[in-house]
């Protein structure tokens, strides 16, 4: 498996878990490399709220079985709304998403100040869907906002757990949602930058979503 390096050695860190299939391999691996990780579910983001308590219970259950502690953190849709409005229309992978990222990661960085954990990771960026290089600039603003934190910027589609995330799925029959959170990710809409003339996404857009 994976050899990890964490910032400072940490043998414990706080984990911002945006969901569980995101959450499986990555919490298996920092397990087998000796970090505990206090799983933050911190998602405001995601509408309808039928849907985010699904994916916090799915999220909870997966901790539970790696006896894992499991903060259950605020759900305020509203303010999260009021964090990102006038990005409203934005297409996925754009401005809104990156102000998304810098919401939850910025929460996670005050957890885990709070828990005197220091350094702080999230399995944001383990998802093809989302651009890893917004996932690490909000990590890394985060850090800059809340003293004596570290954003662990791992690139976690690396060493065999993009596999191993579709594995535990399939094995634990883990609820897959089919969109990425919030009610203007319920119908994709594809990026007008990488769409052909019928609107449909091109291959380069699907490349795209493996950096
Ligand atoms: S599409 Fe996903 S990352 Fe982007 S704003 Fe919506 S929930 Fe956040």
């Known amino acids: 498996m994976l050899e990890l390096q964490p910032p400072h050695a ?3 860190i706080a984990l911002h878990a945006c969901c569980a299939p995101c959450t499986t391999a990555i919490a298996e691996c920092l397990l087998h ?3 505990r990780p206090t799983i933050f579910f911190f998602n405001p983001n ?18 539970e ?15 999260w709304r009021a964090a990102i409005a006038g990005l409203e229309e934005q297409p996925e992978r754009r401005a ?4 998304c990222f810098e919401v939850r990661l910025l929460g996670t960085a005050q957890f885990a100040a709070k828990q005197g954990l220091g350094v702080f990771a999230t399995t944001l960026a383990a998802s093809r869907w989302k651009r ?9 603003l ?14 976690w589609r690396k060493g065999g757990l993009q596999a191993r995330r579709e594995q535990l799925i399939e094995e634990l029959g883990i609820y897959n949602q089919n969109y990425c959170g919030c009610e203007f990710s ?3 809409q594809p990026n007008p930058d990488k769409a052909d003339k019928q609107g449909r996404p091109t291959s380069e857009w699907h490349q795209s979503k493996t950096d």
Request: charged content about 25%; overall charge positive; proline content about 3%.
């Open 10 to 12: 940490a043998r414990r």
């Open 33 to 35: 490399n000796g970090i």
């Open 46 to 63: 995601i509408h309808p709220e039928q849907e985010y308590r699904l994916r916090k219970r799915e999220c909870k259950h997966y901790a």
């Open 65 to 79: 079985r790696l006896g894992l502690d499991f903060v259950d953190a605020d759900y305020d849709h509203q303010a």
């Open 96 to 99: 809104r998403c990156l102000r």
């Open 132 to 140: 890893i290089e917004q996932v690490q600039q909000a990590g890394l």
């Open 142 to 155: 985060a850090q800059q906002q809340v003293a004596g934190t570290t954003f662990w910027a791992q690139n």
């Open 186 to 188: 319920q119908h994709p």
